[in-house]
């Protein structure tokens, strides 16, 4: 099985401030890893597909970056709407649908 | 707009079984692959099952392998879980999930649509 690690467990920052993001692969999933973001009391949201790929509807200041097993999730500017769960999802056997991250908590400063 | 529904979830003793229930609109279902998956208390995301569109191809964990059943009925649009033997490590949200597709590389790259979730518990 696949085991992906998220880095940190919690980033704590401030409105406006950069935000990055790490997931890290126990081997190879290529380019197939998928972002979620998940607020409290709601279903997560897709955010990034494929690494890179933006979601439909996903604003610009989400982007995704990497391949193999090291990957990166980088918000460029903090909204408040921004502060939530995020998780990594390998797709690389799918189908079924892959291993998630354990999560990283963005949490306002 | 394009919607899943979950239901069917509740308080039930260990070893108790449950079905829930996945109603879908706004979307032809029968087109998509679709997928379980739950959440427990305070944790992180898991994948439960998976289910191809014609309902002939279908995957387990192997935390509840042996003991769900995932199933469709295109007809109705809806997606199901039957949970058998139910045990405390059950107790979650269960979510329901559309698989997005690429047929240019013939892959799933995500679940672009979830439902709102139904709380199982199991307790005695």
């Known amino acids: 099985e696949i085991v992906l690690t998220q880095s940190p467990a919690t980033l704590s920052l401030s409105p406006g401030e950069r935000a990055t993001l790490s997931c890290r692969a126990s081997?190879?999933?290529?380019?197939?890893l998928a972002w979620y973001q998940q607020k409290p009391g709601q279903a997560p949201r897709l955010l990034i597909y494929?690494?890179?790929n933006r979601a439909t509807g996903i604003p610009a200041r989400f982007s995704g970056s990497g391949s193999g097993t090291d990957f990166t999730l980088t918000i460029s500017s903090l909204e408040p709407e921004d502060f939530a769960v995020y998780y990594c999802?390998?797709?690389?056997?799918?189908?079924?649908?892959?291993?998630f991250g354990q999560g990283t908590k963005v949490e306002i400063k | 707009q394009v919607q899943l529904v979950e239901s069917g979830g509740g308080l039930v003793k260990p070893g108790g079984s449950l079905r829930l229930s996945c109603a879908a609109s706004g979307f032809t279902f029968s087109d998509y692959y679709m997928s379980w998956i739950r959440q427990a208390p305070g944790k992180g995301l898991e994948w439960v099952s998976y289910?191809?569109?014609?309902?002939?191809?279908?995957y387990y964990a192997d935390s509840v392998k042996g003991r769900f059943t995932i199933s469709r009925d295109n007809a109705k649009n809806s997606l199901y879980l039957q949970m058998n033997s139910l045990r405390a490590e059950d107790t979650a949200v269960y979510y329901c999930a559309r698989e997005a597709y690429d047929y240019s590389n013939l892959k799933g790259y995500g679940m672009d649509v979830w439902g709102q979730g139904t709380t199982v518990t199991v307790s005695s």
């Open positions: 494929d690494a890179s």
């Open positions: 289910i191809s569109s014609s309902g002939s191809t279908i």
């Open positions: 081997q190879s999933v290529s380019s197939y």
């Open positions: 999802q390998q797709r690389s056997n799918w189908p079924p649908g892959g291993t």
